[in-house]
């Protein structure tokens, strides 16, 4: 006999109703002296007890869970159908106990990120964490986020947008800290234990910030820099108007650029423009060579797919 194990199911919704099949099953034999003999008893065949089994339970249980009692049966271990069913519980009640979070990469997580990620988000959020991975080859880099239903976007757009969020979380720290000096006070005294001031931090902060900015927050309180916090949120502001005033220049290329190219043409446009470059750089091996920049509204194609193009319609006329 083999399982009919269930696809595409929530390992939670299939746990719960696990336990709820158990427990139906457990409760039957217990208020049917009869069935427990005859499943029991040496004296019917295997062929007999499955046939009622199936008969008793068939259309009240998942067929999953009738498979693994049709099998317990078979191998005469039928008896430790309690023990089953109080570790399927157990292993419920950890699930209601973490939170799942669904987690976009440009690329497989590695193992010591993935470990680094899942302990960030079990600091913030006091739970185990059921880390759901997806791979979107669209994305640059970074990663996005979804905690219940909030989303936390950290893929990287460019530096500038990496910036500008970070400034504007900082900030919301710093009016956090700056609105209560009796928490500021605690936040930085020695008497408190660290897990009493981050139950503080998630209180202030709650939802507001990205997670990433909570872990940072949480490693300056610990180390006792809680005064560092407003010279981050100067650098940070410093960094973001630098940023805005960069000109972003948007290169896509057949194969990446070497840093010697790279930085000949940050020379270039810095000439030609009399501004920083900000260069957000794209590969689609498609283009075959050459380039295609696009600077403001304004879009350059010397790629070899475009130079072919034109040819094919001059040798069309």
Known sequence: MSLNVPAGRHATDFVTGFVIDWQRFESAKQASADLSDYLAAANYTMEEKQLLLYQVFEGLLEPFTLSLLGLLLAQGKLAAAPQIGAMAAQLLDRWNNTLTVQVTTAAPLPAAEEEALTAMLQERYGKDILL?????????????????????????????????????????????????KEDREFLGSAEHALAEKQQLLRRLLGEKIDPLMFVLLSLLVEKGAVDAVAAIGAVARNMLKRWQEMLTVQITTAAPLLPAEEQALISMLQERYGQEILLQKTVKAELIGGAVLKIGDTLFDGSIQSQLATLQKELLK
Not at 133 to 161: H, I, P, Y
Not at 170 to 176: C, L, M, R, S, T
């Open 132 to 180: 759901k991975k997806t791979v979107d080859e669209t994305q640059s880099g970074g990663a996005l986020l979804r905690v219940v239903d909030k989303m936390f976007d950290g893929r990287v757009k460019s530096q500038a947008d990496f910036t500008a969020a970070f400034a504007a979380d900082w900030q919301i720290i710093e009016d956090a800290l700056n609105s209560g």
